[in-house]
């Protein structure tokens, strides 16, 4: 009996661990990070995560305040793909568990 437990309670714990990085992960603003010099010396960076992305930049000492916008409210709409299977990942992962 010992040997059928063992890896039922290995599977479990890995299953607990799945779980949460896919909570970490779904919850995580910053999934990607970008930065480029633009012809007029700016420097900008752009950070995208699931929900929304975000961009300041730099031109000399000034730097502009960073700016977010949900994704909900852009015009990516393959980003509204990513957020469904993200739900749709952690719903199963976590009902999976249950």
């Not at 290995?10 to 661990?17: S, Y």
């Not at 779980?19 to 909570?23: E, F, K, V």
């Given at each position: 009996m010992?040997?059928i437990?063992t890896?039922l309670i290995?599977?479990?714990?890995?299953?607990?661990?799945g779980?949460?990085?896919?909570?970490i992960g779904?919850?995580?603003?910053q999934?990607?990070?970008?930065?480029w010099?633009?012809s007029?010396?700016?420097l900008?960076?752009?950070?995208?995560?699931?929900?929304?992305?975000c961009?300041n930049?730099?031109?000399?000492?000034s730097?502009?305040?960073e700016?977010?916008?949900?994704?909900v409210?852009s015009?990516?709409?393959?980003d509204?793909?990513?957020q469904t299977?993200?739900?749709?990942?952690?719903?199963f992962s976590?009902?999976?568990?249950?």
């Open positions: 010992a040997s437990a890896p290995v599977a479990f714990v890995l299953l607990g661990i779980l949460l990085l896919h909570i779904f919850a995580v603003p999934w990607h990070d970008q930065e010099m633009t007029e010396r700016y900008v960076r752009v950070t995208y995560g699931l929900w929304r992305y961009y930049s730099w031109h000399r000492r730097m502009d305040p700016v977010c916008t949900s994704i409210d015009q990516y709409d393959r509204g793909e990513a299977v993200s739900t749709v990942a952690v719903t976590g009902a999976s568990k249950a």
